[in-house]
Structures are given as C-alpha cells and as structure tokens.
C-alpha cells in the first residue's frame, strides 16, 4: 500500500526540492498540498506550489490556500534568502492560475482528508505551523487521526538562523509551533535547523545534481541559484554550523516520511516553544530531565543516511 | 612573575578542587578569596571555603564574605548534590571559625585588589555572579582594571542542569550574569555546563585519583564521595550530554586561569544571558549571527587538555 | 428594523442575564448563540444556554458549539463562582439535550451569518475570547462584515479579579483577546472590569428585582443564589474595587449593544493585551501616550445610564 | 527633635523643589543628599543638586555621588522635560564644582548614616532606585534601620508616563524598583504618578507662586519656565490623567516625609513590579487580592492636604 501524504508548505526552493521527491517516490500517494505563509506571502507560495505541481505534470494534485498570517499577526518573511517570489527570482509567464486552486481551505481539508483515512495519512509539515495549529484548534481529534507528523523546524542547540535563537519556522509563528507540540501528540519527527546543517550535503554533490539534463532537472537548477549563492556568502555562514555544504532543509523531513529507514539514529524527548524571551522567543526547548512533565514526546532525528538523500534527490528530478 | 589571582566561589566540591588546585600550583599567587551565595548557603561558602584552606595549611589567604543572595532574592541552593554544607557532609570538629575572615566585603575587596595590581589580577568566578556584578555597579572601571575573568557557568546548547535550559551558576543570579557578561569587557573565558560534560574524566581516573596517600587526597576523597555517589545516579545523568564521567566543573575556569596552554580550542563569540523566558531565564545566549551588535565577545571553552587536567588534580592533593 | 446579534456565551450567571435582556428586547433579532468555554467547561455551557432559551421559550434560536479550550490551551475555570455547573448549581432534570445544537460550529457559523447580513450584525462576546481570534484567522474580512463588537472583558486600571492583575475572560486566553483587539478593526465597546465594578447596583435593588413573580423570575433568582452569596464574601470584596453591590459584568456589554443611549460616557483608546507579564498576563494595555502607532482605537466604556439598565433587567424576567 | 532625612534624588526641578521644601522646614535635619542617574546624566545631578544648595546657602549639607547606571545599565534619561541640563537649561556660570562632593559613595553614605541614627532617620527617594538597591544588597539590614521610606515612583493604575504603562523612576531601573519593594520592609509611603496627577495644583497658584520676591523665587522661576511650558503642551497631556495643572512630582514623597499630617487618605496593599511584559516592564502592580502572598505592605498615597502643599512651596521660596 502506497503511504498517504498531506504536505504542508510554504514553498520555497527546498519545499519544492521536498514536494518533488514526495511526486517522484513510486510507493508515496500526496493526497493535498496546503499551503501556509513563510517564506514568501501566501500568494507566491501558492503560485510557486502550482509550479512545482506543472512542471511535474501534477496539477491534478489537491492544493489548498492556507493562512496568510500567523495566529499572533506579526508576518516574517525570508524571502530575501528564497528570493523575492520565493522560488529564486525565475518567473514563468505560462505558470498555472491560482483558478486550480481547491475551494476548501487549508485546515479543514487537513481535517477532512485524515477523516477519510484515519490512521493512515503521513503529514510532513515544512512551513511556519500555522494551518496544523488552528486544524488541531477546529478539531482536537485531528492530530490522533494521523499516522505519523514529521516537522523540518526549531531548534536543539538553541543556535538560531533567524532570531539570535530562533529558527524561521518556528519563529515564523511561534503561538503555532507551541500548540503543534503540545497537542499532536500522534508519533512526531522533528528535522531541526541544526540537524539539518549537520547534514550537509558537499558541494560537489550538489554541482554534478543539478547539471543533469531533464525538464525538471532545468527547473531546479535555475530556482536554485539564488539560493546557493546566498548559501556560498559570508552572512549566511553565521547562521551555519558544522561546515557549510548544500542543506536542503524541507526535505530531511520529507525524506524521513518517505522511507523509514532513512533515519539512523534519533533522540525521543519532550519538546516545547519558548513563547517569552527575549532572545529565545520561538526556540524549540528539549527536556531532557522531564522538568515539564509532558507525557508525549518526539522524536528529533540526529544522523540520516546521506546517500538515500542523494538518491531521492536524482530522482526527483529525472 | 606569579600569576595574581583572586578566586569568586561558592565552596562547593568543586570548588574546593579548583581552590587546591590554584594553592599547589607555584605559578600561581591567591590574593584573596571572595566567598558568594550558591551550592549552599553563604555561612557554609565561608566555612567551607576556610576548611580547605586549613587542610592545606594556607589560612594565611585573605577570605571574604560576599553576598548571601542574588540581586532579585529569589535564593537558590544546590545543596541535594554537594551535600546539605555544600562539602559533601562530613563535619570537622575542628573547622577554623568565621573570626578569621576578613573585615572588607567581597564586592570591595576584589575593587581594592584590582587597583593595588592594574591589569595583573586574573578574576576567577565559579559560583553565582553576584558579587562581581555588584563589583562592577560599585566600580564601573574595575572590569578594565582586571587582566582577566574565567568563568564556569552558563550554557552553549541550550542544555540546563538546574531548569530546562538554564545552568545552576547563572540561573541562580541570572541578572547578576546579565551584568557581567554585558560589563565586563576584559579578556573573558568561559567554561560552560555542556562544555564540562564533553571534557568529564573517566571514573577510573577519579577512583585511582582519590585512592593516593596524604592527608589532602584523605580530604578530598571524604568531601567527594556523596557527589559522586549522586553523579553516577539516573536522575543526574538526565542533566549530564556526552556520556557520564567524572565532571569537575569550576575546575576547568580555574584550570585554564591557571595554565595558559590548556584551552586546545576555543571560539570567539558575543554572548548575553536570557531574563525574561519560561524556561529558558538564565539561559546563555550566543549571538553568532552577531544580531545583538556587542563590541565585546568572549572566548568559549571548546576544548581542553586533559593530561594538564589530570596532572593538575594530582598534584592538588600531593 | 430590528438590531441583529450574535450572542457570543459562556454562560455563567451573568452570561444567561445578558440573553434573557437579549431575549426580552423588542427591537433585538437574535441570529444565534455562539458557546465557549470559560466560567465552567463547555458542555456545560451549552446546557446553561439551552436552559435559559427554554426557561424563555426560544429554543427556535440556533445555538452552536465553540471551542473547549483557549488558544494555547491552559484552561481555567472561573466554576467557584457560578457554581460547579456555570449557573449556581441548580440542576433542571428535564433540561434539553445537546442534540439541538447546530450542526456547524460556532467559529465558522459567526463568519456565515455576518456574511449573510454584511455590516448589519453585532456581535456581543461575554466570554473568553477563543471564537473570535480563531473566525478572524479563517477569515480575516470577517470584522469588517459587523456592525460593531461590543465586549466585557480586560481590566483599565490593572486591577485583577483573576490573577493580579488580570480579568478573567482575557486571562482566560490571552492571545486570543490580543488577536481580536488587534484585528477587529469594527467599531468596538468594551466593558471592563473595573467599570462594572465602579457601576454597580445596589443590594437592595437586586432583592427587590429577584422577588418578583414569573417562572423567569423565579429561574434567575434560583440561578443567581449562589453567586449572589459569594459577591457578598470578604474574598471576593478583594477583588471589587469602589463599594460592592450588585455587578452583573457581561450585561453591561449587552445593554449597550441594545440601546445606543446606554453608554453615557465614553473613552477612545487603542488597546492591547499583554503576553508576558509575570504578573500582568492577560492585562488590557491602554495606549494614552499613543506609543504603539494602532490607528484602530476601540471605545472604552466609562459611565452608563442605570436606570436603563434596571428596567432591561426588570423586563428580562416579566 | 527634628526629623533625619536623607534625600536620594535625580535633581530634576521637581527634585530642586523638594530639597528646597526640606531646606526651609524648621523641623527637619537633612543629613545628606545622595544622587543617582535619571532625569539627567548623574554628572548634572551632582551639579543641579549642588546649584541649589547654594542657592539656598547651604553648601554645608553633604552630598554624595551615587550609581549613573540603571542595575542592567540600558540607561534612559528625562532630558526633554527637564531640560537638557535637567534643570530648565539657565546654567550657572558660577555652580559649584564637584570637589564640593564627599569622597563616599551614595549607598554607602546611606548606610552609615542609618548606622548612626538607628531608627532615626527618613529616607525620601525622588529618583530611580538605583542607590537604594544596592544600599540593600550591601547591608541587608539597612532597611530597618530606617524609620520611614517616601517613594515618588511607580503607578497605580497602568497609566504610564515614559512606556506604556510605566513611570519614569520605575522604568528607568525596574529592577531596582523591585529590590526596593520586595526588601524593603519599613514603614513605606509611595507618591505614585497617577496620584500626583490627581493632585494637581491650579495653574494659577504656580504663576502666583512663582511671581513672588526673592534670590529663591526668581531662581525657582527660572529652573520652572521650560518645564511648565512642556506641561502644557499636548503631547505632555496625553501622559496626564484627572485634568492639568502644576504636578509638582517629588514634592508630594517629601511633603509627606515633612508633616505626618500631610496624607489624608491612603491605602496599605503589597506591591511588586513588573519585570517582564512587553507593555508592563517597571510598571508598579498592586496585589489587592493578595496573591502573592507579601507579609509587607506599603501605604499608597490617596489624598493629601494641597493646602499644607501650598504653604510648603511658598515657604520655600522664601
Ligand atoms: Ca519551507
Ligand atoms: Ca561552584
Ligand atoms: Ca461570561
Ligand atoms: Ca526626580
């Protein structure tokens, strides 16, 4: 049986790297991408959603407009670093209307589409958290109808790439995180910021990817660009740690989704979201001497097994 | 020339460590003690700190009463682990009495010191910073009069030991440490709470440590046994990352004051302790991506040399 | 033409005195009743609701289920004070099932009929303020298609009656009373604590008012009983500021939605909701110095006409 | 017997006009004067304080320099009201210099002076707290040496007058301000700003006042000019509760200070200060309900003889 899947955006280069290799998985079913605010405003992602979804030949693919704020209406965007419409500056005049766009909102489909499935739908959550929280917030219920919620967000090691703390998506709309891990309390992954610089893939690798020749491979690497030089930059370095290399964020998270064998070694802890200081306002906490009680813990991956990565992200676009 | 010390504690074992530490090395001259709330109340900082300067015939060493409480007297003891005196609770008959301590008050004693030796006296802190902290709103200039500060406390990785996220020595006066790390601009060396764990000694290099002959190693063995006891226990193995081991926190500040080739590595970086969190108030904060604009950055411990460690604990108790 | 509402509830003493004025006003449409958790858990909220439409004959108004916790999801009832069941402990074995709630939600029944009515209804909240944050977040238009928002709730003087220094319905669920004071941008009213306080009836009016004779005479002295005993203890006199008496909080936001005479003086004001106070949580802010730039301001209710205020009552129970 | 005061002030006009009122009580002994940052940098403190002294021909008082930081040293000055000076911008060409100052420091002189006069001696504190939170941590018992403390800082009801909800001598060391309320504990009284706004005089009482003959009125007027125009501004109303007039501040702690007969009414309620909130950091918070479970109280000025008032100005200038 094909594993279900709702992806939750805000598409950006490396949610659309994500959404590419949950299309391009033979044993993965996407049953609705949502889409949420982040690293560009609602409207680019979900134009780039749709994008990513023609050039795949996918556009029969559910795709819900999700919110455009985040619950405590501060907006945050990163757009400078996925380029100003999110997806590297490249437009594309023919790029679908957002007509194809479904009629049902983000949350709700959420809560319909596991409804449906209970127990068997996989949601792989890369954007700010917004559509999980207020999904969780219209039905209590929704989070116990999932099978598995994995997360590329928040940080372990307190060192931020957004605030001095604080990770974008979990800063993006840290009110949401905070209900996201306090009441999903179905089995829960989390690829954090500092997880994933650890696994880094070379540069070298990330040349020889994307000078292969197809329609999608051409596709990546010019959405790409943008991106990697930012990445290549002085400034961006201080946000790293381990090394540089090429860190596609989203997809640790989807890969984990994809293929249960592709984390090697996790950490089952409890975890909140830091809601008042002044420098850690939106950092993911770990508690490890179970100060806080909490019943439900997740599971924060530690080491991957790089060359599935590299493997899910040639096919993806062959 | 000898290396002007003086020493800011809160006796504690390990703080007797570091103190027997700095007495046997010959480089090294004590120019006073400060004594400062923390492991356990301050009259047993005072009776404790006075106990290992008697085993070790040194009561010629000026000892100073500092604070009894934080700035905002929210007091907090650690006195679970190094015993109810802070000395792991075996009693001398024969303890030397506070009428040997100084007149002069901690806070204006380490003023006074600093300016008899301008730029000579290395500040070594391995409790609470609260008396540095009221040091520095007395004397604005007595920082800049110190040729440097070591410190044990605080922590790197978000990884807390008292509260979720925050450090025994900074949590318990976390504006006293807000203070210092905001004011005290002179070359500044921290060893943090993740950074000991990843340094711990092995158990058997402490079993054959505290096996030696002399009256000291007797000494230290008695003061040592209920803290290890607790060491090796599963609650505090929640608090320790990095394996388990024999983790003689204050000593690493010391020891680095002491020997300048004992730090291996170390990074560069500014750094201010969090006020306002839920459960990250006395947490260190590194401002890597330099969001916070401070001229001034501190040198985090990354690495040490712990043959020099060892070396250095033996001959303490020789 | 008659006034169109929504009865935002969460029906508590005050909450049922509030619909019976609704109820009994001949130029008032009721166009539903929306339920929320707060005086006491939402079952029983709606079974209060259900109680007093049948107590008044009106079971033809749809009532609808909202949510059972606040946003972030600490709950706290206010049950001593109206009794465990939210309306003084008086059980009714024939009270109506919940099997004549409406299918649809609360949240998105509020947006449906303001939609129906563009800028026509006035939505009356007398509870927590959950509903409300959660409609504006799926449809961030939906303030802008009512009439007005008139609210009891928040504190102008940070006088508390729940914490120190905070009303219930806002510490009920801070983040929710911030999101709807920062994006209702309709004209908007608000009750607060310390003006029902300062506009209290007295004693000798409230004896003579519930010893009238009607079953919904007899129904709301039976429910108010109890209440009616505690406002008269010396704790709550603690938290009552200018004299006692009796303060019937939630109606004073109803009448001045009913009759536009109601309010005699008035204060425009930008206003927030302070998240992070340790004492102040859930505290109203008022803006006087204009500091934080909002261009909506909201009117803060100062003094109203009681004797209006005596005959709604009165009439509410003929 | 005379009364014992030490005066710790910001001076500040308003502080100028309370040391002039000490100055010409017959029954009151000013044993000191000590100075700490605040509406001006301290440099102009020591020297305004000093410029009236002279004045009033008593350069006999001693006057010690205080703390010219806040405890967490983000300084904020009242420069814009006071004058750039502090003390209406007509500078004296020939103000005494600051070797006229003693060589201790403030909150040592304070505690030496208490040490001296047991249970003797009024502290009246116009200022930030600075100097008398340390002046606690250095002794602990210095507060009950004390016969009575007069405060003017800190507000009743969240109306603020440099942040949103805070007062100025409060916000400009919160921290400080908390030491003070919660250690200590004699006898307190505290003119709060919205009390002072209440307790206005008439303008025309000032122009009278101020239109008087004399070396001390003329230099009165001349310090008040700048100040007095600001107050009638616009901007300087929306800080004002209760109508405008002449609000002369720190004369109200001291005139309570002066005459025990001064306060009409008041209020005995604990109370704290607000370190954390966005909008609430510094604001005072009274505990009514008596949550926090504080043994001491503090006596909140309500109303006060404004006859007395005026007769204390007049006399002053005399
Ligand atoms: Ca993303
Ligand atoms: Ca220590
Ligand atoms: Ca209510
Ligand atoms: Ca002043």
Not at 70 to 75: G, Q, R, T, V
Not at 129 to 153: E, R, W
Not at 186 to 195: D, G, N, R
Request: net charge neutral.
């Amino acid at each position: 049986m094909k594993k279900k899947m709702i992806l939750d955006v805000d598409t950006g280069v490396d949610d659309a790297q994500a959404i590419m290799i949950a299309l391009s998985s033979p044993h993965v079913e996407i049953l609705g991408i949502t889409c949420c605010h982040g690293n560009t405003p609602l409207e680019n992602v979900l134009k780039n959603t749709l994008r990513v979804l023609k050039v795949c030949g996918r556009l029969d693919i559910p795709v819900y407009k999700g919110f455009s704020k985040p619950l405590l209406s501060n907006k945050r965007n990163a757009g400078d670093y996925h380029g100003k419409d999110g997806l590297g500056d490249v437009p594309d005049p023919d790029a679908p209307g957002v007509e194809l766009l479904q009629k049902k909102k983000a949350a709700q489909a959420m809560i319909k589409i596991a409804k449906a499935h209970p127990e068997e739908v996989i949601l792989v959550a890369t954007g700010p958290l917004t559509n999980l929280a207020v999904a969780v917030q219209l039905d209590p219920s929704f989070p116990n109808k999932l099978k598995a919620l994995y997360i590329m967000g928040g940080n372990t090691n307190s060192r931020g790439n957004t605030t001095v703390c604080g990770e974008f998506n979990f800063v993006a709309d840290p009110e949401s995180a905070y209900i996201v891990l306090d009441r999903y309390t179905c089995p829960t992954y989390i690829a954090s910021w500092e997880f994933s610089c650890r696994s880094s893939l070379p540069w070298s690798f990330c040349d020889e990817w994307l000078s292969r020749k197809s329609e999608k491979a051409a596709f990546m690497k010019k959405i790409t660009a943008l991106s990697m030089t930012k990445a290549k930059s002085a400034d961006y370095q201080k946000e790293v740690i381990a090394g540089g290399g090429f860190n596609p964020c989203d997809v640790f998270a989807l890969a984990a989704a994809v293929d249960d064998d592709f984390i090697v070694e996790k950490e089952e802890v409890a975890v909140t979201v830091e809601l008042n200081g002044t420098n850690t306002r939106g950092m993911m906490v770990l508690d490890y001497m179970e100060l806080l009680k909490k019943e439900h813990k997740v599971f924060i991956m530690k080491t991957v097994d790089l060359e599935k990565l590299k493997k899910m992200l040639i096919n993806a676009i062959k």
